[in-house]
């Protein structure tokens, strides 16, 4: 019965504890608000603000397209104006009407074996976040340097933000390497701010005339939208049917507990009881 009882005690650990060492130090609410997922009507990628009407993601999610379908964490769908792309360094910015809390750069010095996590939409599953480590510093592909980690990424966390414990972005993911799982890449933050600057100085930044996003009338929805809150609502349905397990677990732990606790020890085959008359 012992052996019963510690068993069932290393399954309240594994239950209850477990999640303690999985504990970050941001709030994910708070920073998906400032994460969108960019339909085009050729795929699906991520990007976050940096500015109250300016979106980041890559140049490769946008392609040639001038105006994109942008996604809020709230299920809202707005249309955006591709304001600025760079091929070369795989950065491009949108603007768009909506206004989002930006999301605050790291100035921290990264170290390799920090933790990190990659938020997007892979697959074209929104608002997915993994986590992982960073594998290595200043990988050098086509000229550029990137960060190297072993979060799982895949097609759609392209332009999503790569942040720390703290949820400040450290990187802007990009690319992965497609024979391999555990190999991804992120733009660092200072080739985004440089990037950003630049556009700034070229008067490519939002807030220009010519730069407005576009109009319902210069742009024609594919759909993005409903299929992005099928996705939405399917993976709120998958939320409650965890928390139902996870509750189904702990009433089965409770009444194994009463079961194994509350049941009197088995008599000996030679116990009697004996009567003695005074």
Do not use: W
């Not at 500015?51 to 379908?69: C, F, G, Q, R, Y």
């Not at 390799?112 to 050098?140: C, F, H, N, W």
């Not at 998958?238 to 189904?248: E, T």
């Amino acid at each position: 019965m012992k052996s019963k009882f510690f068993a069932g005690v290393i399954m309240l650990i594994i239950l209850f504890v477990s999640p303690v060492a999985y504990a970050i130090d941001f709030d994910v609410q708070e920073i998906y608000d400032s994460v969108v997922v960019v339909y085009t009507d050729t795929g699906v990628g991520s990007g976050f603000y940096v500015d109250e009407n300016l979106i980041i993601t890559n140049a490769h999610v946008v392609e040639d397209n001038k105006s994109v379908t942008v996604n809020l964490y709230d299920g809202t769908s707005v249309k955006g104006k591709v304001t600025e792309s760079d091929s070369s360094r795989d950065l491009a910015l949108i603007e768009v009407d909506e206004s989002q809390t930006p999301l605050s750069f790291s100035t921290a010095e990264l170290t390799v074996g920090q933790e990190v996590y990659a938020i997007g939409a892979p697959k074209d599953i929104p608002y997915t976040m993994t986590k992982g480590i960073i594998s290595a510093l200043d990988r050098v592909i086509s000229d550029n340097n990137y960060i190297q980690i072993d979060a799982s990424v895949n097609s759609g966390n392209s332009g999503g933000p790569l942040v720390n414990e703290a949820g400040e972005v450290i990187g802007v993911i990009t690319l992965k390497a497609v024979d391999a799982e555990g190999i991804g890449f992120a733009i660092t933050t200072a080739d985004v701010s440089e990037f950003i600057k630049k556009c700034e100085e070229s008067d490519g930044q939002a807030g220009e005339e010519s730069n407005q996003p576009a109009s319902s009338e210069d742009y024609e929805d594919k759909g993005y939208a409903e299929r992005y809150k099928k996705v939405k609502s399917e993976n709120d349905i998958l939320k409650i049917i965890v928390c139902i397990s996870v509750m189904l677990n702990i009433i089965l732990i409770i009444l194994y507990f009463r079961k194994v606790i509350g049941k009197p020890a088995p008599k000996d085959e030679f116990d009697f009881e004996i009567e003695i008359e005074e």
